[in-house]
């Protein structure tokens, strides 16, 4: 069976080994051990701990730490004195360690997780090998004493050979490369046979310790001991200078709450903390409470950054770095002047709605800038606990604050431009739905009071401006799609592609790459082949990943053939990046009978999606192919009952549906299809079918029908348009009720296409077949 291969923070040990079902606590003092903890706790609270083969090692690499260790779950976090932090972990499983990358502010580890294998009750060899452990384990136990007799008793209760070995090993003071060697024992009858060995060893060890203490002893009068032991305590208690410590971090907490301009609520609550921790001295409370004080006294309760609302400023920057997406930026700057004017701080909450790639949190970006904000990005993409945006109770262990307060902190002023990404990616368990928890934070009649769990303060929220991106509507709840408004950021058309691959992409990529267009050139035709034929997407991003593959290319030759200059044709293009990925569908050069070229809405962008209708003798069945949705087979289903209801009105004898089998098939059947648009389509090819009329080979048509003939309007009219232009369309029939959506079409585009609006069938079948009658049924 193929083992489960996880990334997972990493904390390399120093001088200690961690075994499964043990709970230890040690201190952490290296900014990237530190780091990757604090990564563990934002995660899932899982860390893997592996010892290092020299303690020495500030930065170790994977060659320097044993190449097997244990994920372990963090239970507590104490801050100490000095950048200390305690934790207190338990062990879980052992995990061999693949890789390790130190790149990070923190270690991030590559292993793969082993568990014990289990045994049957009549395995004779393991059930004599764990009667013999716990045999030498009582007598070392009865010859040290330091182990404990309740120890001792819970023994018989351990029915895992493996975690019965983990167990007693974390009880034995043994050298660290020993311990090692035990941890490294998958298997559990070595494992048990090495630990029955080592404690052998060690009664004998003990036994001998024994007898030279039980000498000394007898040599060393009692009060000098007593003496020796007082010396040796208050020396260790100056050098560690744990009272002045204390009591100078108490100061500093002190002065920095007075020195801090805090709301006076604030104020109140830290001084009444810093008295808890006066109170506390250096107990395990005194750790948390702290931790507490950092972050009220981190946040900026009264610090803003002074806004800059310059519309002209505004609207250059749009422009620079936005090509294209006029709708958008001219709303932004509509939201931006309204702001100016009022000097109101509450606003609507901007929702950017559209495809991956096309631009939303960049747009956001530039936003902050124009107002001269602080930005922070918040990823809702799989969050699903309410306690990520509310944040956890002091009372747990290990308790934190949420994304909001992270970010406030991040940002370091109280006004800063928060994105919420991907607000339609979040989900909800058995801890709480965050959907619900943002409902407080994007309403701006209640924000100003939004309570943190863990501070247990109001924060104001009012001043910070929110901004939301999402892919799809349909999966955000209507009390929170409520409070923002909708801004459509819809697919690129050719030219808008071209022009921000000319103007964006690859100046950037060539900067990014360290060389310029004078020594690498892509023609104006490279360029275009790419986003006809190597790129099929509403946004940009796989446009620029394979402009970068061909400049990086094109760099491989340089130096490869000593090259100065690199001119990238398209005859290049396809050197570099092989067959043409993607064809677009092109129309016909002759009518057709039975054929109709629809319009369709793919995650990519437009596309168009012919139907193709045959006749045949039989009795009246009617068939679906081509692997189609629920919602185009009821189309399909109200085109047929139009039809045969209306047969009279469109010259076609009400036999057929007793004597004709029709066949109905959309082609490229390994394709899931649907949606509400190929009503009109299917009922065109029908009566062209059945009629014996030809199609007009230059016309494509989009639309849902009624069941008395009416055609509905439909989405995504832009994208449809583009790809019917781009098949060599001329004329396009749309839904009269789309006129407005019409008027989005690009000028370029629009210009070259004849739009007709259609308000019944009728008017699509007029439009749409030519020729006399040929129906001989």
């Known amino acids: 069976m193929e083992k489960e291969i996880l990334n997972i923070p990493l904390i390399p040990l120093r001088g200690m080994t961690i075994f499964p079902n043990m709970v230890m606590h040690f201190d952490i003092g290296r900014e990237k051990s530190i780091a990757s903890l604090e990564q563990a706790m934002l995660e899932n609270q899982k860390i893997l701990l592996a ?19 244990t994920i372990c779950e963090i239970k507590q976090m104490i801050k100490l004195p000095g950048n ?161 410590e204390n009591k100078r971090e108490i100061k500093e907490y002190e002065s920095k709450i007075k020195s801090a301009k805090l ?150 002023s109280n006004n800063p431009l928060i994105l919420f ?39 104001d929220l009012s001043k910070v401006m929110f901004i939301t991106t999402a892919n799809s509507l349909d999966t ?3 009390p929170l799609l409520d409070r923002m408004e909708i801004i459509e950021v819809s697919g690129y058309t050719y030219e808008e592609k071209f022009n921000i691959a000319r103007k964006h992409l690859i100046p950037k990529i060539l900067k990014e790459n360290g060389t310029d267009s004078e020594t690498i050139n892509l023609s104006e035709s490279s360029i275009r082949i790419i986003i006809e034929n190597y790129t099929k997407e509403s946004g940009v991003r796989s446009l620029e990943r394979v402009i970068s593959s061909v400049i990086r290319k094109a760099i491989r030759d340089i130096f490869e053939k000593d090259k100065k200059r690199v001119n990238i044709t398209t005859q290049v293009v396809e050197k570099y990046l092989g067959p043409k990925y993607f064809t677009y569908d092109k129309i016909d050069e002759e009518d057709k009978i039975g054929v109709v070229t629809g319009m369709a809405w793919t995650a990519y962008g437009g596309d168009t999606l012919p139907v193709e209708i045959t006749v045949m003798d039989g009795s009246g069945k009617l068939e679906l192919t081509g692997q189609l949705g629920d919602v185009m087979k009821e189309s399909a289903k109200a085109a047929y009952s139009y039809v045969r209801a209306n047969s009279n009105n469109l010259n076609i004898k009400d036999a057929f549906y007793k004597k004709k089998d029709i066949h109905i098939h959309v082609p490229e059947g390994a394709v899931p299809k649907d949606g509400p648009s190929a009503g009109v389509t299917m009922a065109t090819a029908l009566v062209s079918a059945l009629t014996k009329k030809q199609v007009r080979h230059n016309v494509a048509m989009t639309g849902e029908i009624t069941l008395t003939g009416r055609v509905l309007p439909i989405g995504g009219l832009k994208e449809k348009s583009l790809a019917a232009y781009r098949a060599g369309i001329d004329t396009i029939i749309i839904p009269k009720a789309n006129y407005k959506d019409s008027l989005k079409i690009p000028r370029t585009i629009k210009s070259k296409l004849n739009i007709i609006l259609a308000e019944k069938i009728d008017d699509v079948l007029k439009s749409a077949l030519v020729g006399e009658d040929k129906n001989e049924n």
């Open 476 to 478: 955000i709840p209507r």
């Open 263 to 412: 709301p006076k609520v604030v104020k109140e609550k830290a001084m009444y903390e810093l008295s808890r921790l006066k109170a506390n001295g250096s107990s395990s409370e005194s750790g948390v409470i702290k931790t507490y004080l950092d972050w009220i006294l981190d946040l900026p309760w009264n610090k803003s950054n002074k806004d800059n609302i310059d519309i002209k400023k505004a609207r250059a920057i749009l422009e620079e770095e936005h090509y294209g997406l006029d709708d958008v930026k001219d709303r932004i700057i509509e939201y931006l002047a309204v702001k100016k004017m009022s000097s109101s701080l509450k606003g609507p909450i901007l929702c950017l709605v559209g495809p991956p790639g096309v631009g939303k949190t960049s747009i956001a970006k530039s936003v902050a800038k124009a107002l001269n904000r602080s930005f922070v990005r918040i990823s809702l993409g799989g969050v699903r606990d309410e306690a990520e945006i509310r944040g956890h109770r002091k009372t747990y262990v290990g308790a934190i604050p949420g994304r909001i307060v992270y970010s406030l902190k991040q940002a370091k």
């Open 84 to 244: 200390l932090i305690r934790v207190l972990v338990e062990g879980i499983e052992r995990a061999k360690l693949i890789s390790i990358d130190n790149n990070n502010q923190f270690y991030v580890s590559e292993v793969i997780k082993h568990t014990d294998e289990n045994f049957s009750d009549d395995d004779n060899e393991i059930e004599a090998l764990v009667r013999s452990l716990k045999t030498q384990f009582q007598i070392f136990d009865e010859v040290s004493g330091v182990i404990g007799q309740d120890v001792i008793a819970s023994l018989d209760e351990i029915e895992n050979p493996g975690t019965l070995a983990d167990i007693l090993a974390s009880y034995m003071s043994i050298k660290q490369g020993v311990k090692q060697e035990i941890l490294e024992a998958f298997d559990v009858k070595e494992r048990i046979e090495k630990l029955i060995i080592l404690i052998k060893d060690e009664i004998e060890i003990v036994k001998i310790e024994k007898k030279i203490g039980l000498k000394l002893k007898t040599n060393i009068d009692k009060l000098q001991k007593e003496y020796y032991l007082r010396e040796q305590l208050k020396v260790i208690q100056e050098e560690l200078g744990e009272d002045d």
């Open 421 to 459: 990404d991907e607000i339609d990616k979040m989900s909800s368990d058995t801890k709480g739905n965050p959907a619900d928890a943002l409902l407080e934070v994007l309403d701006g009649e209640q924000n100003h009071a939004f309570r943190d769990h863990y501070l247990e303060l109001e924060t």
């Open 51 to 69: 010892t290092q083969k020299d303690a020495t090692i500030e930065e170790p690499t994977v060659d320097d730490i044993y190449s097997v260790g």
